[in-house]
């Protein structure tokens, strides 16, 4: 198969909103599949194999082939094709759905929350998991992207109510939902090219302050990340907000090991739409990234953009003038 964009073209010609979702969501891959390769080492242990890992070249505890990529971009598709079908809205039993054949496909990796989740929606058909507040994995806000493109315009509290809908499908905690509404935010703002202090004051901040365990210290790096989203998203502001290009915020996000793959998934996805696009992720990367997977990220962030200005453009025409 061709690269998906040099046989169009396409994406050269899309407007910068376009560029943007399609940074991220490749970036969300990239990212996914640089990381799985030291997924659940510690830095020093990648230092010893690697000296600095900073290539596309699979391996790691799944046995990959370069490029390819694991759970956190397959169930960000699963989704994003939920939303697609349900022409832009997130309906929660076509959300778990689609989650379960996601897993009867026999994914390469599956948090034991997300399982627990599925599996309660096959034997009884729930789409909401009892409420957890020691449940904060990070498995809801890895995937959250297609909802931060197709609710891009809309009000706060219309992204809050989607996102709830497709992450209490396996996961439901305060921490979890505060987390993964802040990287929404973040995305939203990313793609109308809003600068790093836009994303600090804001969402960030914001999110410090109802969820102060949030907070992180540039002098202390993360090492290690665990899924919990609180070590996750510490782990991906350090390194979104001290670096400043995507290829330096990989480079340092899969390199504290952990769970790099979710790390480096998150903070590509934002990295992805903050610098401007897919000519932002180096191409010796993308060049390698698994190319059906690769097609399938530029469809869906064009169609889940696209309808997502549609809509706005909808609402807006509805409500009168104040
Ligand atoms: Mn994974
Ligand atoms: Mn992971």
């Not at 480079?251 to 790390?263: E, K, L, M, Q, S």
Request: net charge negative; aromatic share 8%.
């Amino acid at each position: 198969m061709m690269w998906p964009w040099r046989q169009n073209q396409e994406w050269v010609r899309a407007d910068n909103l376009e560029r943007r979702a399609i940074g991220a969501y490749l970036g969300l891959a990239v990212g996914d599949a640089l990381g799985a390769t030291v997924e659940f080492m510690v830095p020093e242990e990648i230092v010893a194999k690697y000296k600095v890992h900073d290539s596309m070249c699979g391996g790691g505890w799944l046995y990959l082939k370069p490029g390819d990529v694991t759970d956190d971009t397959t169930m960000a598709l699963a989704l994003g094709e939920a939303i697609l079908a349900e022409k832009g809205l997130i309906v929660a039993q076509t959300v778990a759905q689609n989650f379960d054949a996601w897993m009867r496909a026999k994914p390469v990796d599956i948090g034991d929350t997300v399982r627990r989740g599925i599996v309660q929606f096959r034997h009884k058909g729930i789409t909401e998991m009892p409420y957890d507040a020691w449940g904060g994995g990070n498995g809801a806000c890895m995937r959250t992207l297609p909802v931060a493109l197709i609710t891009y315009g809309r009000a706060d509290g219309d992204m809050v109510r989607a996102s709830r809908i497709q992450a209490h499908v396996t996961h439901h905690s305060d921490q979890s939902d505060a987390g993964t509404e802040c990287i929404n935010r973040m995305i939203h703002l990313c793609l109308d090219g809003a600068d790093k202090n836009d994303l600090l004051n804001n969402p960030v901040s914001n999110l410090i302050t109802t969820h102060p365990e949030f907070r992180f210290h540039r002098k202390k790096p993360m090492k290690n990340p665990s899924a919990y989203i609180v070590d996750t998203l510490r782990t991906v502001f350090e390194s979104f907000f001290d670096t400043s290009t995507f290829e330096d915020c990989l480079v340092d996000v899969i390199n504290r090991g952990g769970d790099a793959d979710t790390t480096g998934a998150i903070a590509g996805s934002i990295a992805g739409a903050y610098y401007g696009g897919p000519e932002a992720i180096p191409k010796k990367w993308l060049g390698k990234l698994n190319r059906a997977i690769a097609a399938q990220c530029i469809q869906q962030a064009r169609d889940l953009i696209r309808l997502a200005e549609k809509d706005t453009h909808q609402i807006r025409k509805e409500t009168p003038e104040s």
